[in-house]
């Protein structure tokens, strides 16, 4: 086991947040990670991307997320070194020598990141774990340097937690696993700014009873209910929050702005910067990804809302200017029926490329806490009296109840204007009308063919 260390500040520095309040950095190598540019990055890129267009409040960036997951991982390896520290070789407690690194992982986890992150994903083929593991390991970053005075192998290591590779899997599930700082974090986090009360849980709590074992971490079992509380308001966020209609609507008309800005600088057509333009040629490095933020990308929609192309420059006014589109809610019965529907849009004069979408929450960036069944993921596990350990659903009703259940809906996604009713004859009113026949509060309505007698 290597000992990592750091040479210590020469007065505590505090900052104020307000989810965590003062959050306390002693090491001198925090302070220098927080002050590398591919950090301070993280300021100019939104933690929940057009979320913000439903709830006005969710600006917060992913620099205050990255610093509060350091904030609660170094309370939770404090406690651990309070309470459990391991006294024989495997005998599945806490070894202090890891505290530097769960702390710099903590802090660095989400550094590859960019802007819109998931949408900006699922277009380009990136991986913001995978590039953040780049930025901790190439040589030319600020970040790389801060890490290598603490050891030569330091960036590897760090990497190394982020990849999940790292052999201790206590350090690896402090920051990934279904009852991570990571999630405490994003949750309170989030909830705070949205200004919603579905993400409170008792943190407090859950750190008095969080504790490691051989395998990872796991809960006291006299914590059952705070740990359900917090399985419960994940569940809520999702449901309100993340899953929002409206801030899927933005998602969607935002991956079509940037498949519209693609085929535009393909014919040579696009007035773009520099850094946005290496990603839709598909020749990006590093630097050109480091390059990118919200600004950017909104610099960018801005120039987009006066381009020539009709198209781009109606979804770019779209973002920027909050006209989200309407949707209704699909399901087996009714997709049949989608066909019919993007043909009524395309006579309304609507390319069905870039103005329809079929949206499921199934597909979105968040889950669900499923301990079994073919996607199940890592396990919370309750530590009994004797040492023993027990999967969560199996000791909570409540849990158990919510496993396995329909969480989501999927969603067809349409121009606004579809729904329209006008008071004086529009050219476009009978179309209107008749796809108005299938849409009914929000759902699709089959409509039966009455029955034919056959002779």
Known sequence: MVRFR???LAETVVVRDPVHGDIQINDQVILELLAAKEFQRLRRIKQLGPVSFVFPGATHTRFEHNLGVYALTRQICQRFNQKYVTQTPGDGLWDPDNQLLAECAALLHDVGHGPYSHTFEHLFGTNHEKIGQRIITDRSTEINRALRRVAPNFPDAVASVIAKTYPNPQVVKLISSQ??????DYLQRDAYFTGVNYGSFDLSRIMRVIRPFSGGICFANSGMHAVEDYIVSRYQMYQQVYF???????????????ERARFCYQQGNLPVTPSLAAFLADKWQLSDYLQLDDGVMETNFSLWTQASDPILADLANRYLYRRPFSSVKINDETKHLLPKLTNLIKQAGFDPTYYTATNSMFDEPYDAYKPSGKNANSQIELMQDDGSLIELSQLSPLVKALNGTFQGDERFFFPKIMLSQSA???IFDPIYQEFQKYVRNGELRYLRRPNRQHH
């Open 6 to 8: 750091s040479q210590q």
């Open 179 to 184: 009852a991570d700082a990571d999630r405490m």
């Open 244 to 258: 929002h209609r409206v801030g899927r609507s933005f998602e969607v008309i935002l991956q079509h702005l940037l």
């Open 424 to 426: 004086e004859p529009q």
